[in-house]
């Protein structure tokens, strides 16, 4: 079936720093790709819209500058969250939909927990 | 107004026994999606289960059966027959609109934590 693959899975940095995941989708195209954001026991939350040759549509609230998402090609984006700090700490994921079918489907990343101390 | 609510922070099931797991959703929009995810300690998102508001029957996926009452607005996942395995997090989400070619954004509700003890 589809797959959506996430790395790092872990990362731990220090304050001030970047950190780049990578979500690809390894079995077909992705022209969109979702990134959420979960907080340890809360539900997740749609940080923005990633599309592939396009810029990305960032939910209210959502720091563009911070969140950085390239959307390169049909199988890969990436989220950076540049000078990370403490509060940046949070479990990303990724979502995409394989295409075809009629439900909308979507396949989620393994997810990737960043440490920001 | 929160568009999908789940009222159930936590709950517990015995083995074989099954359970219900309440989700009630509030949209003005006459097509849209259900849907139920499985989040095991891991984080990953298992999909489980999907109801379109225009199917006339209940979803069902194995063990997995979706109880859509579209009048109330409620989507109820039931687990029958429940094993330890089941124990996890568990989400209800919703899409607005028909389903689009690239995708469209889930609203996700607060979760319940099934934990199934023998």
């Known amino acids: 079936g589809a797959v959506v693959s996430q790395h790092p899975s872990r990362v731990i940095c220090k304050s001030g720093t970047s950190v780049k995941i990578e979500c690809r989708s390894l079995d077909f195209q992705a022209t969109t790709m979702f990134w959420y954001r979960q907080f340890p026991k809360q539900s997740l939350m749609l940080m923005a819209t990633s599309n592939e040759g396009s810029k990305a549509t960032y939910e209210q609230g959502v720091e563009k500058d911070k969140f950085l998402i390239n959307h390169a090609s049909l199988t890969l984006s990436t989220l950076t969250v540049t000078s990370a700090h403490p509060e940046d700490s949070s479990f990303y994921i990724c979502s995409a939909r394989a295409g075809g079918g009629r439900i909308g489907e979507l396949f989620f990343g393994e997810g990737s927990r960043l440490t920001v101390l | 107004a929160q568009k999908i609510t789940q009222t159930q922070p936590g709950m517990f099931v015995q083995e074989k026994e099954a359970v219900t797991l309440d989700c009630t959703y509030d949209t003005s929009d006459p097509s849209y999606g259900l849907f139920w995810y499985k989040q095991p300690s891991s984080g990953e998102m298992i999909f489980l289960i999907y109801?379109?508001?225009?199917?006339?029957q209940n979803a069902t996926e194995g063990r997995y059966s979706l109880n859509f009452q579209k009048a109330r607005k409620s989507a109820n996942l039931v687990i029958s027959a429940s094993q330890l395995g089941d124990s996890a997090m568990y989400f209800c989400?919703?899409?607005?609109?028909?389903?689009?070619?690239?995708?469209?954004?889930?609203?996700f509700g607060t979760g319940t934590q099934l934990k199934v003890e023998l």
């Open positions: 989400a919703m899409r607005e609109g028909p389903p689009s070619g690239g995708g469209n954004k889930l609203t």
């Open positions: 109801q379109g508001s225009y199917d006339q």
